[in-house]
């Protein structure tokens, strides 16, 4: 069994920061992309921000220059610094991650519960 658990949401001011953190357990072989997504009330989940497992990275256009993803692999962390915060950003964030549990069989995608953002203007 395979948990993602998120943390550090809350409420803050437009202009100030939060780091999101997303640390996945259990039987866990490998982890290949973990990702970051948004839902605001009414709308779609949106990608945010991907990480390879080399550490590359992909960004929203809305949140490029603002946030950063990284990730701790000893950890099987991922995080989200968020900087410059506008009330736009107000959601739920989910993280995700590309999961093989086995040597012998194919990764699937694990999702956590979501944390909540909100950004006051």
């Known amino acids: 069994q395979v948990q993602l658990v998120e943390s550090g949401g809350g409420l803050v001011q437009a202009g100030g920061s939060l780091r999101l953190s997303c640390a996945a357990s259990?039987?866990?072989?490998?982890?290949?992309?973990m990702e970051w997504y948004h839902q605001a009330p009414g709308k779609q989940r949106e990608l945010v921000a991907t990480?390879?497992?080399?550490?590359?990275?992909n960004y929203a256009d809305s949140v490029k220059d603002r946030f950063t993803i990284s990730r701790d692999n000893a950890k099987n962390t991922v995080y989200l610094q968020m900087t410059n915060l506008k009330p736009e950003d107000t959601a739920v964030y989910y993280c995700?991650?590309?999961?093989?549990?086995?040597?012998?069989?194919?990764?699937?995608?694990?999702w956590g519960q979501g944390t909540q953002v909100t950004v006051s203007s």
């Open positions: 990480i390879t497992n080399g550490g590359n990275t």
């Open positions: 259990g039987i866990i072989f490998s982890i290949n992309n």
């Open positions: 995700n991650a590309d999961i093989k549990t086995s040597r012998y069989r194919p990764s699937r995608l694990y």
